[in-house]
């Protein structure tokens, strides 16, 4: 009997685990992350690290209160959850940046890290008691329990070749506008993808991910021709985009 109720209390430990903290918060205010934003990043989505550098006590005023106010289902709706994650992400790797600055890619924090294979694998978030990396947060919440395609649009992960990080915090009231002027935008920018009639150089995103956007488009002609301002023949030819890791500053 021990060792059953030994195995039951493991069992409920790793449940506990996956779904994360138990949390008791209510939807908190992404305004503060708005004036840094408003300050710090161009109307290019490029970010004045150094400007984040000297205002990282007003960054780490924003990140604790997303540390201490994790999302749960009885107090927040699905976008005011969705929207918190979205601004988790990008200002957490923001603050992974400037802890490591100055570096000509992010990718370059991995190295001399034991047992860390990339940036998006550091253990550095706290919230509410339970540590994340930023991989966790992008495939473990927001890819797996949103199932909305754009996200890889908002989601910016501190090169050029991301998309650009919006210069306003992403919120429950706006966020299918602004998810969709992302998408849009990402699209009809030729540093990001090229778009000609016949044929069609689009980021590696849509390649790396593709199996998000299967649901909602038949193929990836279809799915840029519902953002591109350029009309794009269904047998267009498709290449991808070389993956350009060098740091969106400013």
């Not at 989601?155 to 050029?160: F, M, N, T």
Request: charged share 25%; aromatic share 12%.
């Amino acid at each position: 009997m021990r060792n059953i109720a030994f195995v039951l209390v493991i069992i409920l430990h790793v449940v506990s685990c996956s779904a994360g903290p138990v949390s008791d918060s209510n939807p908190v205010s992404h305004e503060k992350w708005e004036k840094l934003l408003k300050k710090h990043v161009d109307n290019k989505g490029m970010v004045n690290y150094k400007g984040f550098i000297a205002d990282s006590t007003a960054l780490n005023s924003y990140l604790e209160i997303l540390s201490a106010n994790h999302p749960n289902e009885a107090n927040w709706s699905k976008d005011e959850a969705l929207a918190y994650w979205i601004n988790a992400y990008n200002a957490f790797t923001i603050q992974l940046v400037i802890r490591n600055y100055p570096l000509e890619s992010i990718k370059d924090i991995a190295g001399g890290i034991p047992f860390v294979n990339t940036p998006w694998d550091i253990k550095f978030i706290e919230i509410e008691g339970q540590s994340y990396d930023l991989n966790n947060i992008e495939h473990s919440i927001i890819r797996k329990d949103y199932n909305e395609p754009r996200i890889h649009f908002v989601l910016v992960c501190a090169a050029v070749s991301c998309p650009k990080l919006r210069n306003e915090a992403y919120t429950a009231e706006k966020l299918d506008a602004q998810l969709e002027d992302q998408t849009r935008t990402f699209f009809n920018n030729p540093e990001k993808n090229q778009i000609g009639k016949d044929k069609i150089v689009v980021s590696k995103l849509l390649k790396w991910y593709w199996g998000d956007f299967s649901d909602v488009a038949e193929d990836r002609v279809s799915y840029v021709n519902s953002y591109s301002s350029t009309t794009v023949s269904s047998d267009a030819e498709v290449e991808f985009m070389e993956y350009y890791w060098k740091l969106n500053e400013q």
